[in-house]
């Protein structure tokens, strides 16, 4: 009797197509996961600069404007007239602290009644104005995706799909 110790061609051919299934399973899964690591990142980024804003508005005593565009936000420091600036957003004199456009071809979007562009303001005791949540808009069922603006806090959440008329918050953490 001989000893058999190959592989077969069936056998090699099971292995790699179960290989096969397995990485393209886990291709779809990955692609899922980095869409929503994508969405989360750039909300967290938004959240990072708003909250500095509003520690530079009180450490600098002046008043802080950020403008949410749809693919982009600004924020400029209130200093004309020198020193500590009048209180109004003058796009060409105030100093521009921050521009960044979104990533990956994201999209702010406010919620409620009013829509992009919308101004926030910031003052010295970093209050902050007008309230309300806007989310980067996704198809994703990320972790956060949301902020929401009151005006002594700024808060990160999951947006949940509610109107504008809901009593509740649409922007939940």
């Not at 291709?27 to 804003?53: C, N, V």
Request: hydrophobic share 35%; glycine share 6%; net charge negative.
């Amino acid at each position: 009797m001989r000893k058999n110790s190959g592989v077969t061609l069936v056998e090699l051919l099971i292995i790699v197509s179960i290989i096969g299934i397995l990485v393209v399973a886990l291709g779809f899964s990955y692609e899922g996961w980095k869409g929503r690591y994508r969405i989360e990142s750039q909300t967290k980024e938004i959240y990072s600069d708003l909250m500095d804003a509003r520690a530079r508005a009180m450490t600098r005593a002046r008043t802080h404007f950020v403008i949410l565009n749809t693919t982009q936000y600004t924020i400029y420091d209130d200093n004309n007239p020198v020193p500590d600036g009048n209180g109004t957003l003058e796009t060409a004199s105030d100093y521009q602290v921050l521009q960044k456009d979104l990533e990956y071809g994201n999209e702010l979007v406010w919620i409620g009644s009013s829509s992009l562009p919308q101004t926030i303001t910031i003052d010295t005791r970093g209050l902050m104005s007008p309230q309300g949540d806007f989310r980067v808009d996704n198809d994703i069922e990320p972790d956060y995706d949301c902020i929401a603006i009151s005006q002594a806090r700024i808060r990160m959440g999951k947006w949940e799909n509610c109107d504008a008329d809901s009593e509740n918050e649409c922007c939940e953490r």
